[in-house]
């Protein structure tokens, strides 16, 4: 794993952070990035090198210290609540010479001593891989893959897939192979999705449930939000399908899910994987599609209740991968890859334990 490291110091300095960039491009494991340019937009280059970035150095000199320049680039990546590592290569710096934020964060007058403090640098850092992005909250790893929901291998024994239904389980968007539902059922069950509807009822028979008007003058019972309806290898598949209610629809309302569905929904289905022993799961976005929650909302939220499940639960799961719509290799993904890397940044630093 390469640490990538941003150097914040003062154009009078460049003679300093050109020998210090150097002893970081010779260690093993961190590149010094590019810095800003004057030429650029302050907030663009502000934004593309804290989605690039791992930690940032100060050179700490009574210049840099004077640098407004400088002093907007420590406190953008401080607002990131990404690492600042204070070097200071003038020795006539206190620390209570230092920004009041940081004056009791890490920093060393020693340049062997930077490098191995850029090395120690959280090992859980977002990184890219060849279909996506990961990272880790504890000990479970948690993937964003870009690509289709109906691609995904998930045949061995420890692993579930999970997919959106709404509180009915009555989906018509199972035909529909534009939404994650229809994608994967349609996919692998192509001729046999009555057989499919009728093992879903079948699993409900006997669950509570409650009558609502779902459209004008059509009753029908409502399994609530945050149902997990367990398929265990249907149709002498090697699947294990988890369907998981995270849309409502009512009479003049509509069809809709709530950021805080995206909760009850991940519990159920951490509830299914506990009860079968399963630690490895796929899953889409929840309440993206036809229940309008924003994606990148969407992303956030599944993070955060599966982070806190991880930190809560005596049951683990190790593996978590979710799939982000993209449509080709050349196509751009639902979510924008640098909110991506954004979302899994946040998680890891605010959820890990």
């Not at 300095?13 to 020998?19: G, N, V, Y």
């Not at 939220?301 to 806190?308: K, Q």
């Not at 890397?341 to 998680?347: E, G, N, Q, S």
Request: hydrophobic letters at 35%; one cysteine or more; aromatic letters at 8%.
């Amino acid at each position: 794993m390469t640490i990538r490291v941003f150097i914040s110091y003062s154009s009078e300095d460049e003679a300093l952070h050109s020998a210090l960039s150097t002893a970081i491009n010779q260690s093993d494991s961190a590149r010094h990035e590019l810095n800003l340019s004057l030429g650029k937009s302050l907030a663009d280059g502000l934004r593309s090198q804290i989605d690039e970035c791992d930690v940032c150095v100060f050179l700490a000199t009574r210049r840099s210290l004077k640098s407004p320049w400088c002093l907007a680039e420590l406190g953008a990546f401080w607002g990131a609540g990404k690492r600042v590592i204070i070097y200071l290569a003038d020795p006539s710096i206190k620390q209570t010479d230092l920004p009041p934020q940081f004056a009791n964060d890490l920093w060393t007058k020693d340049s062997k001593e930077l490098i191995k403090d850029i090395q120690r640098t959280d090992s859980h850092i977002v990184q890219r891989t060849s279909e996506g992005y990961c990272t880790s909250i504890g000990r479970m790893n948690i993937k964003v893959k870009m690509g289709r929901i109906e691609d995904v291998d998930c045949s061995d024994e420890s692993c579930m897939i999970a997919l959106p239904a709404n509180e009915y389980f009555d989906d018509a968007c199972i035909y529909d192979r534009k939404s994650s539902l229809g994608a994967f059922m349609q996919h692998h069950f192509e001729d046999h999705i009555e057989e499919i509807q009728s093992l879903v009822r079948s699993f409900l028979v006997n669950e509570p449930s409650k009558e609502f008007e779902k459209t004008p003058g059509n009753v029908a019972h409502s399994f609530g939000v945050g149902k997990c309806v367990f398929l265990d290898r249907p149709l002498s598949s090697c699947l294990r399908i988890g369907l998981t209610s995270i849309t409502t629809q009512r009479a003049d309302e509509g069809l809709r899910a709530e950021a805080s569905y995206i909760f009850a929904a991940s519990a159920s289905i951490q509830r299914a994987m506990c009860n079968h022993r399963l630690t490895r799961l796929y899953v889409p976005l929840l309440g993206s599609g036809n229940g309008g929650i924003k994606e990148e909302i969407s992303l956030v939220s599944m993070l955060i209740a599966f982070g806190e499940l991880h930190r809560n639960s005596a049951y683990k799961i190790k593996d978590l991968t979710i799939i982000v719509f993209k449509s080709g290799v050349n196509a751009e993904p639902s979510v924008p890859e640098n909110t991506i890397r954004r979302a899994l940044d946040f998680a890891r630093r605010h959820l890990g334990e």
